[in-house]
């Protein structure tokens, strides 16, 4: 089986049925109910010698425990270099704890670079869908082209994942995702229901991604390519800061649900130990090289963040806003960043970051607001940021974004207030998967709020993701887009393509 057969099977959700049918034996039976690898297979975070692979046995997905006994259960894996797994280079034996959800992270070493491997778990006599993965370049290595996906906000009450069909059928290097992979409330009359109506404890949490696992697209996506994950704020609670709820809530009260929160995001994703929570604390910004093409550069603007000024989403200014104390990243991170973007010698720097960097300001009643939760809420962070790329000049820098539900193209400006100043960044900011339903052009930014905010090139309202080219030369990213997500027949098509060139900042509409 090639490649291209194997991305159209993972794209039918074929694999989980040949799976399944595979799986039909009365020893097994008595032990586990039924199939236990509903919730898919996934890898991640890859590096030149391996990825994490992922997996969570279930055999109920509407449970928090996935209806699995509450003991270790030995989980073999296996890695190779075909699809058919008939040539196996490396496999070993896990343990899924009750302790962790029954989740198995197997970080696995030792593999040839910037190569294709796939990968299946085993169970006593079931056997889990066939994922594929790939390693990433040599450290330094000069390779002509990378391509990945921007992906985030994919409440499964709002529609459909045509979207990660549309990934899953498409050959890529990596999936960024951005946060907001599940959503911690239920909407009313939408699509799909939320099996839970609010998140609170580890057990809901558990249960709010079991039934986002479930989805054959999504699953699709996850066994197709090799995911960079981090989370926004409704992985945890909407808006939250910090130590810090929605609702400004003491920390005593809002950080055992945070741990609750961290524990079930790292049980269900393919991240490496150095994320295992400790209490409430989770490690999330890393960085993930590519040769000497690109660097992405993991940020969490969350945790370490101080609390939303003037009031959360689109307010007026407040003295509070202009506080030189304000901070986006924290101390140590903020640190972080810098090292890793002035040391970074890759020709392309790609922050993976969670809310808008660019200035947006919008008319409400006569006044002019801002959204307090993205970037803009903390004008002195952002501007030590812009100093900082200003002033050390890191290799074309972009920041990809997630949170806001629609797309938003830009350049980012050591002073948004100036269009003259200097363009130190292009941020492509990628609407949602679902997030939203159906786009409407009346949500769309009106001329006159576009037109006081003239660095921004592109906005559209449309649900999709963005597919990005890296070459040496240029950076091309494509906007595909969901005519509809609210029913299953939603077809993808390309709205618009991007291009940022090397060595010159900033970002404009090709053709
Ligand atoms: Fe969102
Ligand atoms: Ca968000």
Same mark, same amino acid.
């Given at each position: 089986?090639?490649r291209?057969?194997?991305?159209?099977?993972t794209?039918?959700?074929?694999?989980?049925d040949?799976?399944?049918?595979?799986? %039909?034996?009365?020893?097994?039976?008595?032990?586990?109910?039924? #199939?236990?690898?509903?919730?898919?297979?996934?890898?991640?975070?890859?590096?030149?010698?391996?990825?994490?692979?992922?997996?969570?046995?279930?055999?109920?997905?509407?449970?928090?425990?996935?209806?699995?006994?509450?003991?270790?259960?030995?989980v073999?894996?296996?890695?190779?270099?075909?699809a058919?797994?008939?040539?196996?280079?490396?496999?070993?034996?896990?343990?899924?704890?009750?302790?962790?959800?029954?989740?198995? *992270?197997?970080?696995?070493?030792?593999?040839?670079?910037?190569? @294709?491997?796939?990968?299946?778990?085993?169970?006593?006599?079931?056997t889990?869908?066939?994922?594929?993965?790939?390693?990433?370049?040599?450290?330094g290595?000069?390779?002509?082209?990378?391509?990945?996906?921007?992906?985030?906000?994919?409440?499964?009450?709002?529609?459909? #994942?045509?979207?990660?069909?549309d990934?899953a059928?498409?050959?890529?290097?990596a999936?960024?995702?951005?946060?907001?992979?599940?959503?911690?409330?239920?909407?009313?009359?939408?699509?799909?229901? *939320?099996?839970?109506?609010?998140?609170?404890?580890?057990?809901?949490?558990?249960?709010?991604?079991?039934?986002?696992?479930?989805?054959?697209?999504?699953?699709? %996506?996850?066994?197709? *390519?090799?995911?960079?994950?981090t989370?926004?704020?409704?992985?945890?609670?909407?808006?939250w800061?910090?130590?810090?709820?929605?609702?400004?809530?003491?920390?005593?009260?809002?950080?055992?649900?945070?741990?609750?929160?961290?524990?079930?995001?790292?049980?269900?994703?393919p991240?490496?130990?150095?994320?295992?929570?400790t209490?409430?604390?989770?490690?999330?910004?890393?960085?993930?090289?590519?040769?000497?093409?690109?660097?992405?550069?993991?940020?969490?603007?969350?945790?370490?963040?101080s609390?939303?000024?003037?009031?959360?989403?689109?307010?007026?200014s407040?003295?509070?806003?202009?506080?030189e104390?304000?901070?986006?990243?924290?101390?140590?991170?903020?640190?972080?960043?810098?090292?890793?973007?002035?040391?970074?010698?890759a020709?392309?720097?790609?922050?993976?970051?969670?809310?808008?960097?660019?200035?947006?300001?919008?008319?409400?009643?006569?006044?002019?607001?801002?959204?307090?939760?993205?970037?803009?809420? #903390?004008?002195?962070?952002?501007?030590?940021?812009?100093?900082?790329?200003?002033?050390?000049?890191?290799?074309?820098?972009?920041?990809?974004?997630?949170?806001?539900?629609?797309?938003?193209?830009?350049?980012?400006?050591?002073?948004?207030d100036?269009?003259?100043?200097?363009?130190?960044?292009? @941020?492509?900011?990628?609407?949602?998967i679902?997030?939203?339903?159906?786009?409407?052009?009346?949500?769309?930014f009106?001329?006159?709020?576009?037109?006081d905010?003239? *660095?921004?090139?592109?906005?559209?309202?449309?649900?999709?993701?963005?597919?990005?080219?890296?070459?040496?030369?240029?950076?091309?990213?494509?906007?595909?887009?969901?005519?509809?997500?609210?029913?299953?027949?939603?077809?993808?098509t390309?709205?618009?393509?991007?291009?940022?060139?090397?060595?010159?900042?900033?970002?404009?509409?090709?053709?």
């Amino acid at each position: 089986m090639n490649r291209r057969s194997f991305l159209y099977l993972t794209s039918a959700s074929l694999m989980l049925d040949v799976a399944r049918r595979r799986w %039909a034996s009365p020893a097994m039976a008595r032990r586990l109910a039924a #199939y236990p690898f509903q919730l898919g297979v996934a890898s991640g975070d890859p590096a030149p010698d391996g990825f994490v692979l992922w997996t969570r046995l279930a055999v109920d997905t509407t449970r928090g425990d996935g209806g699995i006994p509450p003991t270790p259960i030995s989980v073999r894996w296996e890695l190779a270099t075909d699809a058919s797994m008939r040539r196996i280079v490396t496999s070993g034996i896990a343990t899924a704890t009750p302790e962790l959800g029954h989740s198995v *992270h197997v970080e696995v070493a030792g593999l040839a670079p910037q190569r @294709e491997y796939f990968y299946r778990f085993m169970t006593n006599d079931a056997t889990s869908a066939v994922g594929r993965s790939r390693t990433a370049p040599a450290p330094g290595a000069k390779i002509d082209r990378l391509r990945f996906a921007v992906a985030s906000c994919q409440n499964y009450e709002h529609g459909f #994942y045509h979207a990660h069909r549309d990934i899953a059928q498409t050959d890529m290097d990596a999936v960024l995702f951005l946060g907001d992979y599940i959503y911690e409330y239920r909407s009313k009359d939408r699509p799909r229901v *939320h099996t839970l109506p609010a998140l609170q404890s580890l057990d809901d949490y558990r249960t709010c991604y079991a039934q986002y696992h479930a989805d054959p697209d999504l699953q699709a %996506a996850h066994a197709a *390519h090799p995911w960079i994950v981090t989370f926004d704020d409704h992985e945890v609670e909407d808006n939250w800061a910090g130590a810090i709820d929605r609702d400004g809530s003491s920390p005593a009260a809002f950080l055992p649900r945070r741990a609750a929160a961290f524990q079930a995001f790292y049980e269900n994703m393919p991240l490496r130990h150095t994320s295992v929570p400790t209490g409430p604390d989770m490690q999330s910004f890393r960085t993930v090289a590519y040769g000497q093409l690109a660097q992405f550069t993991v940020i969490d603007t969350r945790q370490y963040r101080s609390d939303q000024p003037c009031g959360d989403n689109f307010k007026p200014s407040c003295d509070a806003r202009l506080l030189e104390s304000a901070t986006m990243l924290g101390a140590t991170q903020e640190t972080w960043l810098a090292n890793a973007l002035a040391t970074s010698t890759a020709q392309w720097n790609i922050v993976a970051n969670q809310v808008m960097v660019q200035q947006l300001r919008q008319q409400r009643n006569g006044r002019e607001t801002v959204n307090m939760d993205q970037w803009d809420g #903390y004008p002195a962070a952002r501007t030590r940021l812009t100093d900082f790329l200003a002033a050390r000049r890191p290799n074309n820098p972009v920041f990809v974004t997630g949170d806001t539900h629609q797309t938003w193209v830009g350049d980012v400006k050591v002073n948004f207030d100036d269009q003259k100043s200097r363009t130190v960044a292009t @941020e492509l900011v990628g609407t949602s998967i679902t997030s939203g339903g159906d786009g409407s052009m009346k949500n769309r930014f009106s001329d006159a709020n576009l037109a006081d905010n003239p *660095h921004i090139v592109y906005n559209n309202d449309q649900r999709g993701y963005f597919l990005c080219d890296l070459t040496p030369r240029a950076m091309t990213s494509a906007l595909r887009v969901a005519d509809r997500v609210t029913t299953r027949d939603g077809q993808i098509t390309t709205a618009a393509q991007f291009i940022t060139e090397t060595g010159r900042p900033g970002v404009h509409l090709a053709g």
